[in-house]
């Protein structure tokens, strides 16, 4: 790792409001708008679709609670990349870097800034994911590139120069967009209770078999945890967070809590709107709970939610994500020039740029979503890891300062773990060829990290273990 104190250096510019946004910010995108119905299909009960929200959001809680002591004992750029290095070694954190890199990050702005575009297409089609500029033919598949895939890829671009002239143009965008979503939804939560639903909870359920209760609750929760996503993209940003000891902790608690709060209330107003029947098997819930609660004219205000929601979310993992490939790099693990922070605004503007670039190609080819698939099952393994980390430097480094310890350790951190492996399992067993493509990928990092390490001539970061 090159010695480069006296080069320009990432500042700390996020304090505790901006960093509560950030989290609420990345993880409310369009889960929200869209997974109850899929729920519903497993779990077609009132009381426990908000049983696996509420489960789900305690959870995700634990899983942050056990990251906000990582982070505050160290508060650096690239979060669950260093917590890997520390605990398990400089391969660990590399093979996480590597799929971050190459699918998870990118692949989620890809399919936020597309997700954009879509619901763009309800106020201009011409500029929907529908609206198809080209067609090519490749043998029995075909190539199409839609107005859409133009826009999101535009909008990635935009938001990464956005963020390379300065965090607090970040931060800014970040903050308005994600007051703007909250008091969208705070709207839409309100207006709905004072309108007269339908049948909405009353309506009596198919009674389950315990047997399958189980399994539909398990599949219910699974697909609550994937909208609680995002929270993890905080840590990734410690190294420009303000008294990173106090801060990361609360945010974390706050933002995810606000969020398990906002999820709860929104699943009322739907249930309040639809009966679960109704429900099942729907895609967007929230336009179907919206025409039933004012209208026809509703499908437009709930596209409109979704376009602040998804442009907000788009920023928080443009900023955030960059900072994993710039810790990378910082330890001689990648492209130098990466490592590099701009001597006029302090941004990783290399690592943004590379980012950028690579989630707008991602964009236009229109595979984004398979090769997201294929990260999964390999994501689902690191955020394990870097959980069970917690553990691991508690005995490896009882030394370390902990500014912050989790809370109810070791349960919370434990139950987070199992949470994780059942949706590891799922996935497994869900998408045994997307999981075994997932590990392959993985594994592919290996000698790419081996060439890395031969390639740098520079002496390994304090804390590598060779």
Not at 57 to 78: K, Y
Not at 197 to 203: I, L
Not at 249 to 259: K, N, Q
């Amino acid at each position: 790792m090159s010695d480069e104190r006296d080069s320009p250096q990432l500042l700390r510019g996020l304090g505790l409001l901006d960093s509560t946004l950030l989290v609420m910010g990345i993880i409310i995108g369009s889960g929200i708008f869209l997974t109850t119905g899929i729920m519903a299909e497993a779990l077609p009960s009132p009381t426990l679709l908000m049983a696996a929200w509420a489960v789900g959001g305690l959870l995700t809680l634990a899983g942050a609670l056990s990251f906000a002591e990582l982070g505050a004992a160290m508060p650096e750029a690239g979060g669950q990349y260093v917590y890997l290095r520390e605990a398990y070694g400089p391969l660990p954190a590399f093979l996480f870097s590597w799929i971050t890199f190459l699918i998870f990050q990118p692949g989620s702005i890809s399919a936020v800034t597309v997700g954009f575009a879509a619901y763009l297409g309800y106020f201009v089609p011409a500029l929907g994911t529908e609206s198809i500029l080209l067609k090519i033919p490749l043998g029995e598949r075909a190539f199409s590139l839609s107005a859409g895939q133009l826009v999101a890829a535009a909008i990635i671009l935009l938001l990464t120069a956005a963020n390379v002239i300065g965090l607090r143009w970040g931060r800014w965008i970040q903050n308005v967009f994600t007051f703007l979503k909250v008091a969208a939804i705070g709207g839409f939560v309100l207006f709905g209770f004072l309108v007269d639903g339908g049948e909405g909870p009353v309506a009596a359920a198919a009674p389950l078999e315990p047997g399958s209760l189980v399994a539909g609750f398990g599949v219910a929760l699974i697909a609550a945890l994937f909208a609680f996503d995002g929270w993890v993209n905080l840590s990734f940003s410690a190294g420009e967070i303000k008294d990173p000891a106090r801060t990361l902790p609360r945010a974390l608690l706050l933002g995810t809590a606000a969020v398990t709060l906002i999820y709860l209330l929104m699943n009322a107003v739907y249930l309040h709107a639809l009966d679960v029947s109704e429900m099942r098997g729907v895609t967007r819930v929230a336009e179907k709970a919206a025409t039933a609660l004012f209208g026809e004219g509703a499908t437009q205000m709930i596209a409109g939610v979704v376009l602040i929601s998804t442009f907000g979310a788009a920023n928080g993992t443009i900023l955030t994500g960059a900072r994993v490939y710039y810790a990378t790099a910082r330890d001689g693990l990648f492209f130098q020039q990466v490592g590099k922070v701009h001597p006029r605004y302090h941004t990783p503007h290399v690592s943004l740029w590379v980012q950028g670039i690579w989630s707008a190609l991602l964009a236009l080819s229109g595979r984004f979503d398979q090769l997201f698939t294929y990260a999964m099952f390999a994501a689902l393994l690191m955020y394990a890891a870097a959980t069970a980390s917690v553990f691991t430097l508690r005995r490896k480094r009882p030394d370390l300062e902990r500014p912050y310890r989790v809370w109810g350790y070791p349960i919370l951190p434990a139950l987070y773990i199992a949470a994780l492996a059942a949706l590891a399992l799922n996935t497994v067993v869900e998408r045994p060829l997307e999981s075994l493509s997932g590990l392959l990928i993985l594994a592919l990092g290996v000698p790419v990290y081996l060439f890395w390490r031969a390639r740098s001539d520079l002496a390994p970061a304090e804390g590598l273990v060779p």
